[in-house]
């Protein structure tokens, strides 16, 4: 343009002046905005006055702080909130769209009643209601016969759900899984009470061991937050992030390095490290030290290649930069969000103790039991899993008569998925709280309209990942929900007024007031879109090394590939289908037409004797999956990426029978030492279909 | 062809170290701009999107493959190939700001235009927009829906210069002159990684002015002349020399996919 920049700052002066007060006239928009008027049968642009509200948007997990846009009152957009300190103005790609999933065609539109296989009718509150009391009359006092799973992991809907089945006499209170439960019990074996922090904010190494801590992993906006505050756009990166895991996903894209690590492979990999760390000086103080020292000289570099299938000179490699960081950060978890174990979290979680990284700025943190808003809640520490549950009701070890099920969808997002839904089939009265029709309210007895986030009161504490004690609160955006819904925390206290179970509150509204007291928080600051943190910080670590004496490698079958699930935030989760409007975010190698699209490199490919866009069948036990391949270098040796959240059999045109379930391959064992149930080192066979 | 010049130039500069392709730009680019959802959105040829991240990939094999995501929206190129090629001059390079236009009442639906562009920025409405029921409740006031039968692209959310330059003009600011931020477009502000830096190029009050200068810097297809005004820069030289590669051989798709 031949303007140097001086020329530019005269060029861009010169053309202001005189234009000062005149309004540019933008021809075309006007055109369109009188032109349009001759299309009467396309959708009008509504009018009012646009207003930004603060929102608490639990849509994804994590739950992103956002301000709702609306238009005479209704909400149309959200948009970032710039004062609030988790998500700092960003907003995940599930929230973004969080006006619309209002008007969601897969809504339920007001309670109803089962009345034949797949058929429902529609009731009135006062009979829904009235209908749940009888129902857990029948078996209050009976321990055994009542359960609840909840797949919040944030909310104080939980306290009041968890201490309603104490009061009804039943310890059935279950969580869907995730890293919050996992690990919560990787701390226990290392010596610590209470939920893991990563302070990825204060490091300048960042090691992301299987989590998918960029794009579905704990609180996703605040870590994208605090990665991009290390890239400044045409800077100098601050900080290096290496990601390990079995598939090249979102947060491996934009790492510095990615390190294939096949899906069985984590705990070799990390004592792998370990041992190397210690061959060049590092030691700790812990007490199990010399122990943990014994176990990890095992994990030889040859070992670990043979185990993980990373090569001596990467491992060797990472070790010295981890060695070398002033403050680096481990982050454990499994790939896809679950699956892997307490021990499995416990192998990448020492390496922060023996790096010293543990409660320091920039390290690993352990969060402080928090508080609960009912006495007789069952906190995180104590929470059972879903899986383990469903399981025992398979095998006739548990009997419960009635289910309630919130915020969450077991019948489709348990490994074994086929079995579980079977197994669901069997508890004589499902209640399901739910905003959606999902797979597990198509199955329900009575299904309870749950509002959207912008139409209810709700909080979330300390989500997973935080580095600090963390508390949100939300207030309903909306006058008035689209739905028939009410607030299921509401309908579950009107009941326990009438069963005699007393809880001592009567709104859901209420109970966060109590929990933000307790906190210390100011409530109002909270849903103006504000967050409450502390630096309150739990005990020390140990390494774990009684624990990780149980890992073995395993050795891997010939025959079978490892099945990676592959999670996008985009996608959404287990208790919501991909939203509309995602589903353009889908790309071809994920699902074409209706099938889903599993990946593979092209030596697994050639040896598993399949060619790109070839039909297969995955296979594990009864658990059968229909897909096509696509050759994809970004997958570790012997393994098959499967993206996860597809093949739906409820919710709406838009998501249902589009692609298949992952859960249906995937297959339970009993983690060794801890007895909990894992799945993330499940097989396939794969044969041509 | 010489490049239409404006005093003032809206532009991005896309950091492709900082996309992690999560895709909330292209949720927020739907919003903003009423984009019904479509049933079958794995139909590529028939959806509409207006920012659209494609996935490129460096072609090694496991383990040393990587990949990096390249949002792409209009270009808002300086010579636009789609502008001379419209008969009814329903697509113009005429405002200040030098974002092209798209005027759906003039569109006759051609589509000489979408074979024009090598960005494949543009897309054709083969349907009227439908919304499911409701869903036309949360319809965002800042773009009027289009029907069946003509072309729509990305504008840079428009509407969102008007009312910066609105908003600047009651507080008796310069609306020719307007501070960094001031206006962004949907995408650029619901980048929770802040890739999409967006402003006046030609201002240096405005930080893609040095950043679209950046050594790491570049345009898609560069070789074409097209100018756009959208830039990127990646320090991988893997991903800039993708940029430049795909102008030789002019077939999209060839090293890219949708995401
Ligand atoms: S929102 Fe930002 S990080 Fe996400 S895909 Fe778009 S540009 Fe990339
Ligand atoms: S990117 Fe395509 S549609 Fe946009 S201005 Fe350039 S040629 Fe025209």
Same mark, same amino acid.
């Given at each position: 343009?031949?303007?140097?920049?001086?020329?530019?700052?005269?060029?861009?002066?010169?053309?202001?002046?005189?234009?000062?007060?005149?309004?540019?006239?933008?021809?075309?928009?006007?055109?369109?905005?009188?032109?349009?008027?001759?299309?009467?049968?396309?959708?009008?642009?509504?009018?009012?006055?646009?207003?930004?509200?603060?929102?608490?948007?639990?849509?994804?997990?994590?739950?992103?702080?956002?301000?709702?846009?609306?238009?005479?009152?209704?909400?149309?957009?959200?948009?970032?909130?710039?004062?609030?300190?988790?998500?700092?103005?960003?907003?995940?790609?599930?929230?973004?769209?969080?006006?619309?999933?209002?008007?969601?065609?897969?809504?339920?539109?007001?309670?109803?009643?089962?009345?034949?296989?797949?058929?429902?009718?529609?009731?009135?509150?006062?009979?829904?209601?009235?209908?749940?009391?009888?129902?857990?009359?029948?078996?209050?006092?009976?321990?055994?016969?009542?359960?609840?799973?909840?797949?919040?992991?944030?909310?104080?809907?939980?306290?009041?759900?968890?201490?309603?089945?104490?009061?009804?006499?039943?310890?059935?209170?279950?969580?869907?899984?995730?890293?919050?439960?996992?690990?919560?019990?990787?701390?226990?074996?290392?010596?610590?009470?209470?939920?893991?922090?990563?302070?990825?904010?204060?490091?300048?190494?960042?090691?992301?061991?299987?989590?998918?801590?960029?794009?579905?992993?704990?609180?996703?906006?605040?870590?994208?937050?605090?990665?991009?505050?290390?890239?400044?756009?045409?800077?100098?990166?601050?900080?290096?992030?290496?990601?390990?895991?079995?598939?090249?996903?979102?947060?491996?894209?934009?790492?510095?390095?990615?390190?294939?690590?096949?899906?069985?492979?984590?705990?070799?990999?990390?004592?792998?490290?370990?041992?190397?760390?210690?061959?060049?000086?590092?030691?700790?103080?812990?007490?199990?030290?010399?122990?943990?020292?014994?176990?990890?000289?095992?994990?030889?570099?040859?070992?670990?290649?043979?185990?993980?299938?990373?090569?001596?000179?990467?491992?060797?490699?990472?070790?010295?930069?981890?060695?070398?960081?002033?403050?680096?950060?481990?982050?454990?978890?499994?790939?896809?969000?679950?699956?892997?174990?307490?021990?499995?979290?416990?192998?990448?979680?020492?390496?922060?103790?023996?790096?010293?990284?543990?409660?320091?700025?920039?390290?690993?943190?352990?969060?402080?039991?928090?508080?609960?808003?009912?006495?007789?809640?069952?906190?995180?520490?104590?929470?059972?899993?879903?899986?383990?549950?469903?399981?025992?009701?398979?095998?006739?070890?548990?009997?419960?008569?009635?289910?309630?099920?919130?915020?969450?969808?077991?019948?489709?997002?348990?490994?074994?998925?086929?079995?579980?839904?079977?197994?669901?089939?069997?508890?004589?009265?499902?209640?399901?709280?739910?905003?959606?029709?999902?797979?597990?309210?198509?199955?329900?007895?009575?299904?309870?309209?749950?509002?959207?986030?912008?139409?209810?009161?709700?909080?979330?504490?300390?989500?997973?990942?935080?580095?600090?004690?963390?508390?949100?609160?939300?207030?309903?955006?909306?006058?008035?929900?689209?739905?028939?819904?009410?607030?299921?925390?509401?309908?579950?206290?009107?009941?326990?007024?009438?069963?005699?179970?007393?809880?001592?509150?009567?709104?859901?509204?209420?109970?966060?007031?109590?929990?933000?007291?307790?906190?210390?928080?100011?409530?109002?600051?909270?849903?103006?879109?504000?967050?409450?943190?502390?630096?309150?910080?739990?005990?020390?670590?140990?390494?774990?090394?009684?624990?990780?004496?149980?890992?073995?490698?395993?050795?891997?079958?010939?025959?079978?590939?490892?099945?990676?699930?592959?999670?996008?935030?985009?996608?959404?989760?287990?208790?919501?289908?991909?939203?509309?409007?995602?589903?353009?975010?889908?790309?071809?190698?994920?699902?074409?037409?209706?099938?889903?699209?599993?990946?593979?490199?092209?030596?697994?490919?050639?040896?598993?004797?399949?060619?790109?866009?070839?039909?297969?069948?995955?296979?594990?036990?009864?658990?059968?999956?229909?897909?096509?391949?696509?050759?994809?270098?970004?997958?570790?040796?012997?393994?098959?990426?499967?993206?996860?959240?597809?093949?739906?059999?409820?919710?709406?045109?838009?998501?249902?029978?589009?692609?298949?379930?992952?859960?249906?391959?995937?297959?339970?064992?009993?983690?060794?030492?801890?007895?909990?149930?894992?799945?993330?080192?499940?097989?396939?066979?794969?044969?041509?279909? | 062809?010489?490049?239409?010049?404006?005093?003032?130039?809206?532009?991005?500069?896309?950091?492709?170290?900082? @996309?992690? #392709? +999560?895709?909330? =730009? $292209?949720? !927020? /680019?739907?919003?903003?701009?009423?984009?019904?959802?479509?049933? *079958?959105?794995?139909?590529?040829?028939?959806?509409?999107?207006?920012?659209?991240?494609?996935?490129?990939?460096?072609?090694?094999?496991?383990?040393?493959?990587?990949?990096?995501?390249?949002?792409?929206?209009?270009?808002?190129?300086?010579?636009?190939?789609?502008?001379?090629?419209?008969?009814?001059?329903?697509?113009?390079?005429?405002?200040?700001?030098?974002?092209?236009?798209?005027?759906?009442?003039? @569109?006759? #639906? +051609?589509?000489? =235009? $979408?074979? !024009? /562009?090598?960005?494949?920025?543009?897309?054709?409405?083969?349907? *009227?927009?439908?919304?499911?029921?409701?869903?036309?409740?949360?319809?965002?006031?800042?773009?009027?829906?289009?029907?069946?039968?003509?072309?729509?692209?990305?504008?840079?959310?428009?509407?969102?210069?008007?009312?910066?330059?609105?908003?600047?003009?009651?507080?008796?600011?310069?609306?020719?002159?307007?501070?960094?931020?001031?206006?962004?477009?949907?995408?650029?502000?619901?980048?929770?990684?802040?890739?999409?830096?967006?402003?006046?190029?030609?201002?240096?009050?405005?930080?893609?002015?040095?950043?679209?200068?950046?050594?790491?810097?570049?345009?898609?297809?560069?070789?074409?002349?097209?100018?756009?005004?959208?830039?990127?820069?990646?320090?991988?030289?893997?991903?800039?020399?993708?940029?430049?590669?795909?102008?030789?051989?002019?077939?999209?798709?060839?090293?890219?996919?949708?995401?």
């Amino acid at each position: 343009m031949g303007l140097d920049r001086r020329g530019f700052v005269k060029f861009v002066v010169g053309g202001v002046a005189g234009t000062l007060f005149t309004p540019v006239i933008w021809q075309s928009l006007d055109d369109v905005s009188i032109w349009s008027q001759n299309w009467p049968w396309i959708p009008r642009l509504n009018k009012g006055e646009v207003k930004s509200t603060a929102a608490l948007s639990k849509l994804c997990p994590a739950g992103c702080a956002v301000k709702v846009k609306t238009l005479g009152g209704l909400p149309y957009a959200a948009i970032g909130n710039t004062a609030n300190p988790m998500s700092k103005g960003g907003v995940c790609p599930v929230c973004a769209g969080g006006a619309q999933l209002m008007y969601s065609p897969a809504r339920v539109a007001s309670p109803m009643k089962k009345v034949g296989e797949g058929k429902f009718e529609a009731i009135k509150w006062e009979d829904a209601e009235a209908m749940l009391v009888e129902k857990l009359t029948a078996v209050k006092g009976q321990e055994g016969k009542l359960a609840v799973i909840s797949g919040d992991e944030t909310g104080s809907a939980n306290d009041v759900f968890s201490a309603f089945a104490a009061g009804m006499g039943s310890t059935g209170f279950y969580m869907m899984p995730g890293e919050m439960l996992t690990a919560t019990k990787g701390v226990k074996l290392m010596g610590g009470n209470g939920q893991p922090g990563f302070d990825i904010a204060g490091a300048d190494f960042v090691l992301m061991i299987g989590a998918d801590a960029l794009d579905s992993w704990g609180a996703t906006v605040a870590n994208q937050k605090a990665f991009a505050a290390t890239r400044p756009t045409g800077g100098a990166a601050t900080a290096q992030f290496v990601y390990a895991g079995p598939v090249l996903n979102n947060t491996a894209s934009v790492s510095d390095k990615w390190v294939a690590v096949t899906p069985t492979g984590a705990s070799a990999f990390a004592l792998g490290l370990a041992n190397l760390l210690i061959a060049a000086g590092a030691v700790s103080s812990a007490p199990d030290f010399a122990d943990y020292k014994a176990l990890a000289a095992k994990f030889t570099p040859e070992a670990v290649e043979a185990a993980a299938g990373v090569k001596a000179e990467v491992l060797k490699d990472l070790a010295a930069k981890l060695k070398a960081a002033k403050a680096p950060l481990v982050i454990a978890g499994a790939s896809f969000g679950q699956g892997a174990g307490a021990v499995d979290f416990c192998a990448a979680a020492s390496l922060n103790v023996l790096l010293g990284r543990v409660n320091v700025t920039g390290g690993m943190t352990v969060l402080p039991t928090a508080p609960k808003a009912l006495a007789a809640a069952i906190g995180r520490e104590s929470a059972l899993d879903a899986g383990s549950f469903l399981s025992a009701v398979a095998t006739g070890k548990a009997t419960p008569a009635v289910l309630m099920v919130y915020e969450a969808n077991p019948a489709f997002a348990l490994p074994q998925a086929g079995e579980m839904a079977k197994s669901l089939g069997n508890i004589a009265f499902k209640v399901s709280f739910s905003t959606y029709m999902d797979e597990t309210a198509a199955m329900a007895d009575l299904i309870l309209p749950a509002p959207h986030p912008y139409e209810r009161f709700d909080d979330a504490m300390n989500p997973y990942g935080v580095a600090k004690p963390t508390y949100l609160a939300g207030k309903p955006v909306v006058k008035k929900p689209v739905a028939d819904c009410k607030d299921p925390v509401d309908v579950l206290l009107a009941a326990a007024g009438k069963l005699g179970v007393s809880l001592g509150f009567e709104t859901y509204a209420d109970v966060i007031k109590a929990k933000a007291s307790a906190v210390g928080a100011d409530l109002d600051t909270l849903t103006a879109g504000g967050a409450w943190t502390s630096d309150g910080k739990g005990g020390n670590l140990s390494l774990g090394a009684a624990a990780l004496a149980k890992v073995a490698p395993a050795a891997a079958d010939p025959k079978t590939l490892a099945v990676a699930p592959v999670t996008r935030q985009a996608f959404g989760s287990g208790s919501l289908a991909t939203p509309p409007a995602n589903l353009l975010i889908v790309r071809e190698d994920e699902l074409t037409g209706k099938d889903l699209v599993v990946r593979m490199n092209a030596a697994t490919a050639k040896a598993a004797g399949v060619t790109q866009g070839a039909k297969v069948k995955l296979t594990a036990g009864s658990g059968e999956l229909k897909a096509r391949i696509s050759v994809n270098e970004g997958v570790a040796a012997g393994t098959v990426a499967v993206p996860m959240g597809f093949g739906r059999s409820a919710w709406d045109e838009f998501t249902k029978g589009k692609g298949d379930n992952v859960y249906k391959i995937l297959t339970v064992s009993d983690e060794a030492g801890t007895g909990l149930k894992v799945w993330a080192g499940s097989t396939v066979t794969v044969a041509k279909g | 062809m010489k490049a239409k010049e404006f005093n003032i130039k809206w532009g991005m500069v896309i950091d492709l170290d900082k @996309c992690t #392709g +999560c895709g909330a =730009c $292209m949720t !927020a /680019c739907q919003v903003e701009n009423n984009i019904a959802p479509m049933v *079958d959105s794995s139909n590529k040829l028939r959806t509409l999107s207006w920012m659209l991240v494609f996935e490129m990939s460096n072609k090694k094999p496991c383990p040393d493959a990587e990949i990096a995501y390249l949002p792409r929206p209009c270009m808002q190129c300086g010579n636009p190939a789609c502008v001379p090629v419209c008969p009814v001059v329903a697509t113009d390079k005429n405002e200040e700001g030098g974002i092209v236009s798209q005027i759906y009442p003039r @569109c006759i #639906g +051609c589509r000489y =235009c $979408m074979a !024009a /562009c090598p960005y494949h920025a543009r897309y054709f409405n083969w349907e *009227d927009p439908i919304f499911p029921k409701g869903m036309e409740k949360a319809l965002s006031p800042s773009t009027s829906t289009r029907p069946r039968g003509v072309v729509e692209k990305c504008n840079f959310c428009h509407t969102r210069l008007q009312n910066a330059k609105d908003k600047v003009r009651m507080e008796g600011g310069n609306p020719e002159a307007l501070p960094d931020g001031a206006y962004m477009p949907a995408c650029s502000e619901v980048c929770p990684t802040g890739a999409i830096t967006f402003g006046d190029l030609k201002n240096p009050e405005h930080k893609v002015h040095e950043l679209a200068k950046s050594e790491n810097a570049f345009r898609l297809l560069e070789k074409l002349g097209l100018a756009p005004q959208v830039y990127y820069m990646s320090k991988r030289e893997w991903v800039r020399k993708l940029g430049d590669n795909y102008a030789a051989t002019g077939k999209p798709g060839a090293e890219k996919k949708h995401s």
